[in-house]
Nanobody, 124 residues
Framework: QVQLVESGGGLVQAGGSLRLSCTAS????????MAWFRQAPGKERECVAR????????VYADSVKGRFTISRDAAKNTVYLQMNTLKPEDPAVYYC?????????????????WGQGTQVTVSA
């Protein structure tokens, strides 16, 4: 069983930056991919970034390309989401998710473990 714990959310001004962290406990990440999703009130949960664990290949949502970067520190069992140039449309609860088997990056059902979420708020 993998337990994921996110941290790093908070309030930031538009144009500012935040770095989210997701640490796995219990054992290492499952092995296929790690992703960051977000869900704003009244909206569906969407994948903003994903990294394949073995290859390091990344996928980003169009809305965050060039602004967000997913990275990992295997020694620390931690995945990060660096968010720069935050916009008023970025506020949401951000979740990390772990996929043990191959799955389409946007397929929430394909992820086996989820963190509890961390709130990101952007002020104008």
């Amino acid at each position: 069983q993998v337990q994921l714990v996110e941290s790093g959310g908070g309030l930031v001004q538009a144009g500012g930056s935040l770095r989210l962290s997701c640490t796995a406990s219990g054992r290492t990440f499952s092995g296929f991919a790690m992703a960051w999703f977000r869900q704003a009130p009244g909206k569906e949960r969407e994948c903003v970034a994903r990294m394949a664990w073995s290859s390091g290949n990344t996928v980003y949502a169009d809305s965050v390309k060039g602004r967000f970067t997913i990275s990992r520190d295997a020694a620390k069992n931690t995945v990060y989401l660096q968010m720069n140039t935050l916009k008023p449309e970025d506020p949401a609860v951000y979740y990390c998710a772990d996929a043990a088997k191959p799955t389409l990056y946007y397929n929430t059902a394909g992820y086996d473990y989820w963190g509890q979420g961390t709130q990101v708020t952007v002020s104008a």
